[in-house]
């Protein structure tokens, strides 16, 4: 038996905001309330997804080692505690990497299930204006961090460079136990055009870049009288804000991750556990979402008197309730369930699985808890491109195991195998990621990017969400520019009563002043 050490969440996600004024976490383990973390580096009260101006505040991502024994003989690993400063010295290091601009034009393909999906070309998606290289289309940062409440003082964050131009891609703080917290950019992007080229598309702009970036996570332990050890690593992402952090996606990037790596149903399908998770978060798309079969699904699946009894009289209900639901997704362009949700959907139909919840099944470790959190918060439907990861997700040879991606190389969508570094999975993004938020009204994720701010007090769906920075309709140049200059002043749709409501839209977007 010997013990080895892993960061988690294996994937962790930072999210952009212009905000000066701190930032937050969110909830560490299923559901759980976002927090603050406040100067000295402790947790705080949550203050809020904007500052008092109404702008959006940036989303840290917290990373933890954890100790496990493991069993040379089987490979199995049994968690033990968390490791923190009170027991060892920590010395934790980053590489984040910005490579939109210098990757591959991305582009449209039709995957084995029928759905289209976004993969890289075979052509770049910009060449270097005169004067500069293919490396000058990228930036790559390297953070190290050390002790308690670390970090960079204001001012001195670290820069990269795209084309000779400065740019904030992330910085790496420690919070009063010496765990690591990646903070992304500002939400920057910009054109290196003289004057700046309008955006044409959602996907590929030329000249285009912004400050979204992923890479490795890694850490030197050491205990006293001890040689240091290596954590085994995690990746973190910069993405978005989630403008939507109450409303779930239905397909989230845990479902993927589980789908890829072949996690097994449990022995005993429950209703709270497995199938009830499913079906609440699909009924409340109908909030940031117009498509009408949501609503459906909603008041059919509220109407039911039981929906977690097993009994074969309400099989028909079931049915009906299940096949609004897939009514629903496939409004949704490219959207797929995952076969393992699928799975779990037959079986309420078909009333094979248990009332009441398994309480023989293992709770989660914090640890698994920690990656849980991390990923359900996260799209995972339909990568078109994606909002904080794209379809290269789906591909089980990146999956080191549940919610870790390998170091080293993976098999992509088209059997090449490529090593995974710094940037390649942020480079197939949309560029930049304001055009694709604009255009993507109505259509793929409305948990993260809301169509509708809410719904009436009648149920009609309420106001739309990017009013007043669509000009003539969301695939105008001026529209995505728009989305640029005004992102984090939108509305974030959040829990109210017993729906969900529009908050903290700065009036400015309304007025003009």
Known sequence: MGKIYKIHPGMGFARVGPSTNGYFLAGETPGAAPMDIDAAGNEAAFSGYKDAAKIMRRQGARFRIYEYDRNEASGTDTFVREVTLADADIKWSVVLSASKAEGKRMQAVIAADGKRTIVPSGDNRNEPPAGFTRADLKTTVNLAVSGRNAGPAPGAEPLGRIVGRDIFIGEARTDSAGRLVVLAGRGRSASWGTPAKPMPEYLNNPTWYDDIADGSVDATITFTGQAPVSAIGAWVFTAPPDFAPDVYPVTSLFDIAEQAVNVPLPGVLTYPQDIEPILQRAANICFVNTKPNWQRFR?????????????????????????????????????RLTDRQSKILDAWVNGTFQEQADAARPALSPAAALDRASLEHCV??????????????RQPSIQAELGRLVRGSFTDYDGAVLPLGPGLISSRMACPWQADFTECAGNWWPAQRPDIAGRMADGSPGPAWARGLIVVNEENPQSHQNMVDHFAQLGVIVKAGAGFAEADRDPALDTGV
């Open 299 to 335: 008041d059919k699946f509220k109407a039911l008197a039981n929906p977690g009894s097993n009994a074969a009289g309400g099989q028909a209900d079931r049915r009906t309730v299940r096949d609004l639901l897939l009514a629903a997704a496939s409004q949704m362009s490219d959207y």
């Open 380 to 393: 995972g439907g339909g990568f078109f491109p994606g909002i904080e990861a794209g379809t290269v997700l």
